[in-house]
Nanobody, 132 residues
């Protein structure tokens, strides 16, 4: 069983930055999981944002590539999402996700971005609101 707890959301002006954090706990070590983020906004489908495996190989949705950076600190059981050059359309509830995988399982990483509905575990979410 895995528990994920997000934090760091808030309101930010367009063009600004914010950093989300996610704390992981589980029976297996965090290194046994690929981690990622997806977001939900009213009237929009769930959207995968970014994901990475335990070695740090990452993938991003094209809409955030170059602006967002996903990272993890296995020693701290933590996942992060640094969000820069924020746009109004980045507004949404951001969820941390985890899926069992092995180092080098890039297919899992990519799938977490393009198929966010198949996330194995997810947290309660943290709201990000970008004011235009």
């Amino acid at each position: 069983r895995v528990q994920l707890v997000e934090s760091g959301g808030g309101e930010v002006q367009a063009g600004g930055s914010i950093k989300l954090s996610c704390t992981f706990s589980g029976e297996k070590a965090i290194s046994r999981y690929c981690l990622g983020w997806y977001r939900e906004a009213p009237g929009k489908e769930r959207e995968g944002v970014a994901a990475l495996d335990s070695d740090g190989s990452s993938d991003y949705d094209p809409s955030v590539k170059g602006r967002f950076t996903v990272s993890r600190d296995n020693a701290k059981n933590a996942l992060y999402l640094e969000m820069n050059s924020l746009k109004f359309e980045d507004t949404g509830m951001y969820f941390c996700t985890a899926e069992s995988c092995n180092p080098g399982d890039y297919d899992v990483v990519h799938d977490m971005v393009v198929n966010p509905n198949v996330a194995q575990y997810w947290g309660q979410g943290t709201q990000v609101t970008v004011a235009s």
